[in-house]
T-cell receptor, first 113, second 112 residues
Framework: KQEVTQIPAALSVPEGENLVLNCSFT??????LQWFRQDPGKGLTSLLL?????REQTSGRLNASLDKSSGRSTLYIAASQPGDSATYLC????????????FGTGTRLKVLA | DAGVIQSPRHEVTEMGQEVTLRCKPI?????LFWYRQTMMRGLELLIY????????DSGMPEDRFSAKMPNASFSTLKIQPSEPRDSAVYFC??????????FGEGSWLTVV
């Protein structure tokens, strides 16, 4: 059964800092991995999707990497801004069984102005 | 496109009442997911459909929960009878194949 863990659970950084969020998954045979952002009281917004054959994806100040062999993904945020404050979640559906997106518990990020 | 549309956005109901949550996925998407989010358990997948067919409902808590997808543009999640422990945010999401997953804004359910 796929289990997804995110560390740290919460993070507070000053504006402008580069930061890394971590995501670990137990079943390395995955279709893909997605990173999402959730603002308070809102739904989730997909940020990046990495296919199983890819090593990384970039979108603006965001870069996500995937290492299936170690069961890890990282989300790198460059030059953080207060508007980046949100909860970040990762999800990875394993190739075994049905196509179920299993979510981590998230990292709550606060960027201080 | 308007994105995934859910209704109602907020619902307060009394224990024992029937609750119906509705979802309109993004046009053309062939996967539809229902999730429940609580502080204690995080995001839990309840059920998902592929081409309107339920594929995995192993996350549905019990027989009080049921979901249907009568056509490609509409799905419902029904709770009957509702209980206070069902209070949560229920999200509907859709995707085209195994691509980006798009979430609705959620239905905030409170059972008193």
């Amino acid at each position: 059964k796929q289990e997804v863990t995110q560390i740290p659970a919460a993070l507070s950084v000053p504006e402008g800092e580069n930061l890394v969020l971590n995501c670990s998954f137990t079943d390395s045979a995955i279709y893909n991995l997605q990173w999402f952002r959730q603002d308070p009281g809102k739904g989730l917004t997909s940020l990046l999707l990495i296919q199983s054959s890819q090593r990384e994806q970039t979108s603006g100040r965001l870069n996500a990497s995937l290492d299936k062999s170690s069961g890890r993904s990282t989300l790198y945020i460059a030059a953080s801004q207060p508007g980046d404050s949100a909860t970040y979640l990762c999800a990875a559906p394993p190739t075994s069984g049905t196509y179920k997106y299993i979510f981590g518990t998230g990292t709550r990020l606060k960027v201080l102005a | 496109d308007a994105g995934v549309i859910q209704s109602p956005r907020h619902e307060v109901t009394e224990m024992g009442q029937e609750v119906t949550l509705r979802c309109k996925p993004i046009s053309g998407h062939d996967y539809l997911f229902w999730y429940r989010q609580t502080m204690m358990r995080g995001l839990e997948l309840l059920i998902y459909f592929n081409n309107n067919v339920p594929i995995d409902d192993s996350g549905m808590p019990e027989d009080r929960f049921s979901a249907k997808m009568p056509n490609a543009s509409f799905s419902t999640l029904k709770i009957q009878p509702s209980e206070p422990r069902d209070s949560a945010v229920y999200f509907c999401a859709s995707s085209l194949g195994r691509g980006f997953v798009y979430f609705g804004e959620g239905s905030w359910l409170t059972v008193v």
